[in-house]
């Protein structure tokens, strides 16, 4: 099944300030999407971007600071 094709089946919840939503819902109403289309179109389209880099560095770095275990602390 294609990421395009996929069923929306989980729910992501996240608090943004208020500027940052009315940004976003006007943008979406700019593509005549709803705001959850637009921001899953945004995301799909940032994690398409870099998913390529994930898998290349936990290849290469087996005990670096992976994405799953947060920011490094130096």
Do not use: F
Request: aromatic share 4%; proline share 7%.
């Amino acid at each position: 099944m294609s990421p395009q094709a996929e069923e929306n089946t989980e729910e992501l919840k996240l608090r943004v300030p208020p500027s940052l939503w009315q940004d976003l819902a006007r943008l979406a109403n700019a593509e005549d999407r709803s705001l959850s289309e637009y921001c899953r179109m945004v995301l799909s389209l940032h994690r398409n971007g870099h998913v390529a880099r994930l898998s290349a560095s936990a290849s290469t770095c087996e005990w670096c600071n992976a994405p799953s275990q947060g920011p490094r602390n130096n």
